[in-house]
């Protein structure tokens, strides 16, 4: 694929996973944010799981197109999900938002940026076998920050150690391929979109 080839934009929402206080999630989307919104390709939509109500009890069979970013989420060509690793795995309120979702996942990637004293990388393979059954792919590349907590300044802004950018760099050109890729193909949805 050329440069030419690309769509000119692309809506990327970034999904944070983390729904505890405190927590090291929001000085790592502040950079995530900061890095995101240099490329000249995207369009970013940040959604923040910790101000969105998605209580289990009210999750129906096959999602819930009522949620208050179901819209956002449909309107995305990929995702970007940044999940901390609790007790080697990713945390229930990504879990539940992802199952209150069933269409919006389909014929998009999801690229992923984890972090936790391992870097994440046991929640990013677990939501790696999540995705095909909501018929999205995985980018193979992805964004591990172990101990990310080690990597505040002073102000509580993450400075990402040598090696962070090119992996992020990395990522969001794999997502950028899939996502420009399958865009053409979600209006031939199987499973029925409306």
Not at 11 to 30: N, Q, Y
Not at 64 to 72: E, H, K, L, T, V
Request: proline content about 9%; cysteine-free; hydrophobic content about 45%.
């Amino acid at each position: 694929m050329t440069e030419n080839s690309f769509p000119d934009r692309l809506r990327i929402a970034v999904v944070i996973g983390s729904v505890r206080t405190p927590r090291l999630a929001d000085p790592l989307a502040a950079w995530l944010e900061r890095e995101l919104t240099a490329l000249g390709w995207l369009d970013l939509d940040m959604i923040d799981l910790a101000a969105v109500p998605l209580p289990m009890h009210a999750m129906l069979p096959g999602g819930a197109a009522a949620s208050p970013i179901a819209g956002r989420l449909a309107d995305a060509d990929g995702f970007v999900l940044l999940t901390p690793e609790y007790n080697h795995s990713y945390p229930a309120a990504l879990k539940n938002a992802i199952d209150w979702h069933l269409t919006q996942w389909a014929y998009k990637p999801v690229a992923f940026v984890g972090y936790g004293g391992s870097g994440g990388i046991r929640a990013v393979e677990h939501l790696r076998t999540v995705f095909p059954e909501l018929r999205a792919t995985t980018v193979r590349e992805s964004v591990l920050l172990p101990m990310a907590w080690e990597h505040l300044d002073a102000d509580g802004r993450f400075v990402p150690p040598p090696g962070t950018e090119g992996a992020l760099r990395a990522t969001m050109n794999e997502l950028r391929v899939w996502a420009g890729a399958l865009r053409p193909h979600r209006h031939a949805d199987p499973v029925g979109r409306a």
